[in-house]
């Protein structure tokens, strides 16, 4: 029993694996069928792309041609507008043996009679465009006569649309008049034809590929292998198929584009791409055309690798264990969310690594800034006060030279006395701690304190301060100290980088909710991008202009500390060697009093 039931399972594990390898190859098969549809559509749009990218490779070469050829003739134009017969030839002859792709060069004086051209054997001397008819061929007399006379009035050079030359073949008529003043003397003709065009840029390519030139009227100027020129395109292609009159529309109306559309009997289909060609005012249309069957063996190609994929496909689930592939499939699962396990908590990891660097960065730099200005500000004090010292315990001492020693010492106290009072108010702000003794204060009386407290810095300087506060000014509700001191540092600042007889101007402006006071001076300015660091603590501009000015740079910091602990603020705005301007803004709001 025991055997049977394991031969059974066996039996049925075998038919699993059967029935599910047969699934698999019909999928596989299935696939590659409904691929196939995809893969041609794919290849003929590469296809199709390759034809586009030769015909804008035509288009762009022949557009370059022809305007580099009517440039030249505008040129000529001006450098024989005052010249004699011989000059005109001879200019027509180096042009001519220098450039290619004219077929002649013709002068038509005002009367519109040949009277100078080269090569001579392609000039039709004396031909007089009033009175030479063309015997069955009025259409093009007609053109010719309209457009020397568009020329002469108009002043421009005009092309014509190829029409059919004397000597056979179509050619484009190039007109560009030739004015002395305003004096009309003639016009320069000049006449490229097709087959040099079509020599030149549309018989270099393989067999299968056909080259068609047709104008906006819808003629057929060229064929890679039919002799039809000048026919309707259309007719020239023989076809009556509607996709092809939808190209044919694109075509005439400049656009670029690629399409295919059936020949003859509707047997045949043909690959189509077009790009315009704009020539001043004349505009054709180059196509490159191809038997969709060209792409076959590109096709046929792909569905070789692709059955041969296709049998591997085959051979390897028939022969390999699916039950290994779905092991090897659990595995790969387990494996990949591990892995993204771990990759998301490294990635966690050096966020919190980068983070507490960055923290680190600014610690150490605190640090050092801090280091740097507390050696500065404490060593030069010091160092006076040691010198005087050392002077005064001297007994030769005058008495005159103690006092000044001792002025000397005192001084350097009280900036010694400054510092550690800043260093103790960022410590303050910094922890929250700094606290206000809030009254109703008049910005008149601060201003005037202050004003007071730095008028030794602005005398000595011979600067000018002037104030402009309105009488009405709302009173605010503040710590008066403290607001005093925000004024000090802010004019101090000013008067430390203005030069000697400059300016500093307070100002006051009452708004609805707040009071704005613009301190303005017109020293050495702050450059743009030093602007949103002036208010970190520590931070001290260092420029040529600014180099010679002490300071520990904590007055700004202090100042912004100040200002947002009273529910204000502090801002600057600066033009570097014309000035700068800080902006004080108190609110009015009286609830916190």
């Known amino acids: 029993m025991l055997d049977k039931s394991l031969i059974r399972k066996t039996k049925l594990n075998w038919l699993t694996v059967l029935i599910i390898c047969l699934l698999s190859i019909t999928i596989i098969v299935f696939l590659g069928i409904k691929s196939n549809d995809e893969i041609q559509n794919i290849v003929e749009k590469q296809f199709s792309e390759r034809q586009l990218l030769l015909s804008k490779q035509i288009s762009a070469g022949m557009r370059e041609f022809l ?26 002859k180096n042009v001519y043996n220098k450039t290619d792709g004219i077929y002649v060069f013709e002068f038509l004086n005002e009367s519109g009679v040949v009277t100078i051209g080269y090569p001579e054997e392609n000039t039709p001397f004396g031909y007089d465009l009033y009175k030479f008819d063309r015997p069955g061929d009025s259409e093009t007399e007609r053109i010719l006569v309209d457009t020397f006379e568009w020329v002469r009035d108009r002043k421009e050079t005009n092309i014509t649309r190829p029409v059919r030359l004397l000597e056979g073949g179509l050619g484009a008529f190039i007109w560009t008049p030739v004015y002395k003043g305003d004096e009309f003397k003639g016009v320069i003709l000049a006449i490229i034809t097709v087959s040099d065009i079509s020599n030149k840029f549309m018989r270099n390519y393989d067999s299968p590929w056909e080259i068609h030139l047709v104008d906006d009227r819808g003629a ?24 092809l009159q939808y190209i044919f529309q694109d075509q005439i109306n400049g656009r670029e584009g690629t399409g295919y559309y059936f020949e003859g009997n509707g047997s045949e289909k043909k690959l189509i791409a077009y790009s315009p060609i704009v020539w001043r005012n004349q505009n054709f249309s180059i196509s490159v055309v191809s038997p969709a069957s060209e792409i076959n063996a590109l096709i046929n190609s792909v569905y070789e690798k692709q059955g041969l994929f296709v049998g591997v496909a085959i051979g390897f689930i028939v022969l390999g264990s699916f039950s290994i592939v779905i ?28 983070d507490a660097n960055k923290r680190l960065k600014e610690l150490d730099k605190s640090k050092s800034d ?18 005087s010292s050392e002077f005064l315990l001297e007994d030769d001492s005058k008495l005159v030279t103690r ?31 700094l606290r206000f003794s809030k009254e109703i204060v008049d910005l008149h009386d601060i201003i005037d304190i202050a004003v007071g407290t730095v008028k030794n810095q602005y005398e000595k300087k011979e600067l000018n301060i002037t104030t402009d506060i309105p009488k009405n000014l709302s009173k605010i509700n503040a710590d008066k100290d403290r607001i005093v001191q925000v004024f000090v540092n802010v004019l101090s600042n ?6 000697e007889g400059g300016n500093v101007e307070i100002r006051a402006c009452e708004f609805e909710e707040c009071i704005e006071v613009h301190v303005k001076d017109d020293g050495v300015g702050i450059p743009p991008d030093k602007i949103d660091k002036i208010f970190d603590k520590f931070y001290r501009i260092n420029t040529t202009s600014t180099r010679s000015h002490n300071g520990a740079g904590l007055g700004l910091a202090i100042t912004r500390g100040i200002m947002e602990g009273h529910g204000g603020s502090i801002r600057a705005q600066s033009t570097p060697a014309k000035g700068s301007v800080f902006i004080l803004t108190f609110n009015k709001n009286f609830s916190d009093f």
């Open 220 to 243: 057929m100027l060229y064929h890679a292998y039919k002799n039809n020129k000048d026919l309707e395109y259309l007719d020239a292609l023989n076809s009556t198929d509607p996709l």
């Open 370 to 387: 801090f280091l740097s200005m507390v050696s500065h500000e404490l060593k030069t004090p010091l160092t006076a006060m040691k010198v």
């Open 494 to 499: 000013a008067l430390r980088f203005t030069p």
């Open 67 to 92: 305007n580099e050829k009517t440039t030249i003739i505008e040129v000529m134009a001006l450098h024989i507008s005052d010249a004699s017969s011989d000059v005109t030839l001879t200019e027509f």
């Open 403 to 433: 006092k000044e020693l001792i002025q000397i010492i005192i001084k350097n106290i009280d900036r010694l006395t400054r510092l550690v009072n800043d260093l103790l108010d960022i410590s303050m702000i910094e922890s929250g701690e």
């Open 327 to 354: 092991l090897l499939s659990r595995w790969n699962k387990s494996l990949e969310l591990e892995v993204a396990r771990k990759t998301s908590e490294l990635n966690e990891s050096n966020k919190l690594l980068q």
